[in-house]
């Protein structure tokens, strides 16, 4: 049985593991890595761009060409945040240069583990299971520069497509089986990272701390649920009692036609 990739204290065992980072980081970006040390919950001092931020897993190749951070987050009404992270680690290299110069290839990967509720500028819904970004400029006919390299890839295993790479599918695989199903998975084993990341988190291997420490995250990403949720529907109450109508207040607060129907019945009384 498979412990849970949607729970911080599993995702951090398997990924900061190096078979396993050197090989997701193969797959994802297509680049072979050494690293010396993989860190978690990194922050910069002095702190960068006046916010004092923190990343769940980073490293540095030992040739200190690239430096590489995996953040995984089970919501996204907090997206812009991660665009921030990438070009904070972009401009943190300013911090020791004489010049301009940055040095560092920059790589974030973001990894989703539930449903979009974000859309796009034009009300289009995100159903998308990978998006990809680098800062490569373009001329008007399309033609891409390579000048910086930097790329941010952002991973949602809950919207499967056909024309994903394998070499992804398999970790989006792992992950959406790890959380949906467990007991039952199917998973290529062929591939040696996601062998050893499955060894790390099966439920048998897991220490005794690593089971509790996985416990305490769960009973407190709960009480962060239910204390969101309670915001939405104060918020949607206020909006009812101000004449606010049924469309504006689910995109306002994310809750459903039956939630805000069943909170007007209960205002009315």
């Known amino acids: 049985m498979l412990a849970n990739l949607d729970n911080e204290v599993i995702f951090k065992k398997a990924f900061t593991n190096k078979i396993v980072f050197k090989a997701f980081v193969r797959d994802i970006?297509?680049?072979?890595?050494?690293?010396?040390?993989?860190?978690?919950?990194?922050?910069?001092?002095?702190?960068?761009?006046?916010?004092?931020?923190?990343?769940d897993i980073f490293a540095e190749t030992t040739?200190?060409?690239?430096?590489?951070?995996?953040?995984?987050?089970?919501?996204?009404?907090?997206?812009?945040?991660?665009?921030h992270y990438f070009l904070?680690?972009?401009?943190?290299?300013?911090?020791?240069a004489r010049e301009y110069n940055i040095d560092l290839t920059v790589y974030v990967i973001v990894v989703l583990t539930a449903p979009y509720t974000i859309s796009e500028k034009n009300g289009k819904p995100i159903l998308d299971e990978v998006l990809l970004l680098n800062l490569n400029p373009q001329t008007l006919q399309g033609e891409i520069r390579d000048l910086y390299g930097h790329q941010f890839v952002c991973l949602n295993s809950n919207y499967k497509d056909k024309k994903t790479p394998k070499s992804i599918r398999d970790w989006l695989d792992l992950i959406y089986q790890s959380i949906h199903n467990p007991e039952n998975f199917t998973l290529n084993l062929k591939n040696k990272g996601i062998k050893?990341?499955?060894?790390?988190?099966?439920?048998?291997?897991?220490?005794?701390?690593?089971?509790?420490?996985?416990?305490?995250?769960?009973?407190?990403k709960i009480v962060l649920t239910k204390t969101e949720e309670n915001i939405k529907i104060?918020?949607?109450?206020?909006?009812?009692?101000?004449?606010?109508?049924?469309?504006?207040?689910?995109?306002?607060?994310?809750?459903?036609?039956?939630?805000?129907?069943?909170?007007?019945?209960?205002?009315?009384?």
Do not use: W
């Not at 970006?29 to 923190?54: C, H, M, S």
């Not at 040739?63 to 665009?83: G, S, T």
């Open 88 to 96: 904070m680690l972009i401009a943190e290299q300013q911090k020791k």
């Open 196 to 220: 050893k990341a499955i060894e790390l988190i099966s439920f048998e291997n897991l220490t005794p701390t690593e089971r509790a420490e996985a416990k305490n995250k769960e009973a407190a």
């Open 29 to 55: 970006l297509g680049i072979d890595v050494e690293v010396d040390k993989i860190e978690t919950e990194k922050r910069f001092d002095p702190k960068i761009g006046y916010i004092d931020f923190e990343l």
């Open 63 to 83: 040739d200190k060409r690239i430096c590489i951070e995996i953040q995984r987050v089970e919501y996204d009404h907090h997206f812009d945040r991660f665009l």
């Open 234 to 269: 104060e918020i949607a109450k206020k909006m009812i009692n101000a004449g606010t109508d049924n469309d504006f207040i689910i995109q306002m607060t994310d809750l459903t036609l039956e939630q805000i129907e069943k909170l007007r019945q209960e205002l009315k009384k």
